[in-house]
């Protein structure tokens, strides 16, 4: 590590692993942070997946077993993007190889699963483990963050943060692992697209108190890929009617994770009313963000304030250039590698998602499943 950057591995070649690495190749965009890193060594099932990665970064380590590249000398960090049944066996044996991590949301199948990841947290004081969640990197986000900290807002009237995408609209669209309880878990939508919606909330110190939730299978049976259909038994949709605290003071939080939302394409939002200033922003539109201070016997008016380029770890972006989700994969990275080397308890400019910060998640989530099952609130 040092001056020559953590050496990187990461376990599954799927989507965002792609992404990762694409994004550690850019890394020279990055003017103020920490060295970039080096990928070492890749693991994946797929060969044809992993040739990508081989081609992309010559002379890595290519292996079909993460327990290879676990025992490879040359790794310092993993990041890790497995289905979420084999969170807890790869998180937990990452660390127990004495590698820092960052892992995928919801950092668990379950709540027992997400325990026992943190217990193995605990027993490596030395090791930065993080949660993979990029959204609350966008400067909307950090722009209503800065807001909160600033105590800008008085008093919260009501708030709502929301996850949508319409991919699962198409009943005939494959089914895939998130869409089996058996590998993506009970939580449905909520673990696989909780997280990032949470992530700003939690830090800008917001606490739930209670959930009542309504959640909504749309589509029973999907076709299996073999000429016949399967079971399709996770939660397509969740709206998550909440009470939450702020400055000591209660106000409703509605959050809302959904794969079933016609025309969305992938839209994280946040929508925060104050007394005395209140804020909305989406990646709908993402130099845009939306304010209205009140000032008693002024007229109350939304302003509309492009925001151009303006990142946490500063790059080589001109300011008048729009902010997009590889840069928010760029950033989130930049937030990990900085934390690397400072160990758990260093300070950076907008750390990523915690591990306590996975446990506030999975509370909430069981909240919500027992909740839906006797139709009733759930106090955390």
Known sequence: MGRQGVRLGLIGTGLMGREIAAAILRWCSILEG?????????????????????????????????????????VDAVYCAVPHDLHQRFYVDTMGSGKHLLGEKPFGIDQAANSAILEEVARHPELVVRCASQLAFYPGAQRVLRLARDNAFGRILEAEVTFRHSSDLDPLKPINWKRRAETNGEYGCMGDLGMHILFLPLRMGWAVRNVRAILSKVVDQRPDGQGGMAPCDTWDNATLLCEAEAGGSLFPLTVKTQRIAPGEMN??????????????????????????????????????????????????????????FSDAILQMLAAFFDEVPRGPGGEVPFGCVTPEETRVEHSLFTAALDSQRGSRVVSL
């Not at 990928?39 to 992309?56: K, N, P, Q, T």
């Not at 130099?287 to 925001?307: C, F, I, M, N, V």
């Open 34 to 74: 920490p060295p970039q890193p080096r990928i070492v060594a890749v693991c994946g099932r797929d060969l044809g997946r992993r040739r990508w990665f081989e081609e992309a970064l010559p002379g890595i380590q290519s292996t079909p077993d993460y327990r290879e590249l676990l025992a490879n000398p040359d």
């Open 267 to 324: 839209t994280w939002s946040i929508s925060v009313l104050g007394t005395e200033t209140s804020a909305r922003f989406s990646t709908k539109y993402p130099r845009t963000l939306e304010t209205l201070r009140y000032r008693r016997g002024e007229p109350q008016a939304w302003l509309h304030e492009d925001l151009g380029y303006a990142s946490v770890y500063p790059s080589i972006a001109g300011a008048i250039f729009e902010f997009g």
